[in-house]
C-alpha cells in the first residue's frame, strides 16, 4: 500500500462528526480524505480533499465512489455491504472488512456471534413475526430491538407486560431479558493488521433516559480493578475473534451482581470516546488512524479525569442552532467545546460534545454538570 502520509486516498463513508473528528486527526498525518454522504451539508463538506454528495445504501454510488480510494473507512454502519464485498473482491483495503459490517448491522446476527464465542450477554431470542413475539419464552419485562437500521435509541421498545404487544415492532428483531443493571459501561479496542490490540481504559455512561443515548461519560473508571480488566479482556477477545482491522467500541452493562454483559459492538470511532482527544495520550481517532494504516497502536494511558458531555438539542426548538451559554462554560478552566458544525438543531439532535479535564475527579463532574446546566442549544 502507498504511505499513508503521500499518496494514499482514503475514502470515508459518512460525513458526519465522527467522519469530521477523523479527518481532523489525519490533517496532521497529511492525509487525502474524500468523504461520500448525503446530506451536502453534512459536517465533513469543509474539511475534506474532496467531499461527493449520494447515497451510502446505493450500490452504484458506494462502488463508483470506492473505486476512487485505496482504502476505503465508515464513520457509519448503514452502508451498502455488497458494493463493498465487490470492492473488496477487486483490490480496495476496507478496514473495517465488509463482512464484519454485515454482521453489525444485524442485531440478531450480533448476538448469535456473542452466543456462538460464549462472549457473555443478556438472554435473547431472534424473532420474525408478531406470532413468535407472542411465543416467547422470555418473561416479562423484556426490550425488543429492530434486527437492521436501530440507532441512538430508535429501533427500541420496552414491553412491560402483554398490554404493550399490540405497539411492538413486527419487523424482523430480537427480544432480550431486561437487565437490572448496576452501571453502564463501554470500552474501545483498536487491532491492526498485524494483529496488535490495545484498548482504552474502561469508561462508565450515563444516559438521557428520554432521548436513550449517552448524554454524560466518566474516564478513567473508579469501579474495582477486577472489573477493569474483566471488560478490556472481553474487548480484546472480540476484536482477536472478529480479526477487524480499526476501532470496535464495545457497550456493555455491570449487572448488580457484579456480572459483565455485552450490549452491542460499534466498529468505528464512537461516542464513548470522545474523552479520549482531550483526555488519553492518543485519541481514539489517531488510533483508528493508526489500526487502519497498519501503523504502531498509541499509548492508550488516561493524562487526567476527563468527563464528557454530549451536546443535544433543546427539546421543543428546531431551526438554525443558537448556543446559548458558551461563553459561561469557556470561562471555566479545562473545558473544551466541540461543536460539530450542524447548522440546524432539532430535538435531541447531537450537536457537539463538551470535555472536561481536572486532576480532581470530584471538580471534573461538578464542572460537567454545570456545563450540562449551562449549555443549550436553541433556535
Known sequence: MKAFYGDLRLGILGGGQLGRMLIQQA?????????????????CRRLCNEFVVGSLSDYETVYNF??????????????????????EKEGVVIYPQS??????????????????????????????????????????PYIQKLRRDGYDGKGVYKVVDETYLPNAFTEPSLIERLID????????????????????????????????????????STLPFEVQMEAENIAKRI???????????????????????????????????????????????????RAIFNQPLGDTACLSNAIMVNVLGEAGYEGPAVYQGIEKIL????????????????PFRKMGHVTIIDSDREKAIEKARFVQQTLKVIA
Do not use: W
Not at 27 to 43: F, Q, S
Open 66 to 87: 470506492g473505486k476512487k480510494v485505496d482504502l476505503l473507512t465508515i464513520e457509519i454502519e448503514k452502508v451498502n455491504v455488497d458494493a463493498l464485498e465487490q470492492l
Open 99 to 140: 463482512r464484519i459490517i454485515r454482521l453489525i448491522q444485524d442485531k440478531g446476527l450480533q448476538k448469535q456471534f456473542f452466543k456462538e464465542n460464549d462472549i457473555p450477554t443478556a438472554e435473547f431470542q431472534v424473532i420474525s413475526s408478531p406470532e413468535q413475539l407472542r411465543a416467547s419464552h422470555i418473561p416479562f
Open 181 to 220: 443493571f448496576e452501571k453502564e459501561i463501554g470500552v474501545i479496542v483498536a487491532r491492526n493488521e498485524s494483529g496488535e490490540v490495545k484498548t482504552f481504559p474502561l469508561v462508565e455512561m450515563e444516559f438521557n433516559p428520554e432521548a436513550n443515548l449517552v448524554e454524560f461519560l466518566i474516564s478513567p
Open 331 to 346: 470561562k471555566c478552566q479545562g473545558v473544551y467545546v466541540h461543536l460539530y458544525g450542524k447548522a440546524l438543531t432539532k
Open 27 to 43: 490533517i496532521n498525518y497529511n492525509v487525502t480524505v474524500k468523504v461520500l454522504d448525503p446530506d451536502r451539508e453534512a459536517p
Open 239 to 289: 476484536a482477536e475473534t472478529l480479526n477487524i482491522v480499526g476501532i470496535l467500541a464495545v457497550e456493555m452493562f455491570l449487572t448488580k451482581d457484579g456480572q459483565i454483559l455485552v450490549n452491542e459492538l460499534a466498529p468505528r470511532p464512537h461516542n464513548s470516546g470522545h474523552q479520549s482527544i482531550e483526555g488519553n495520550v492518543v485519541s481514539q481517532f489517531e488510533q483508528h488512524l
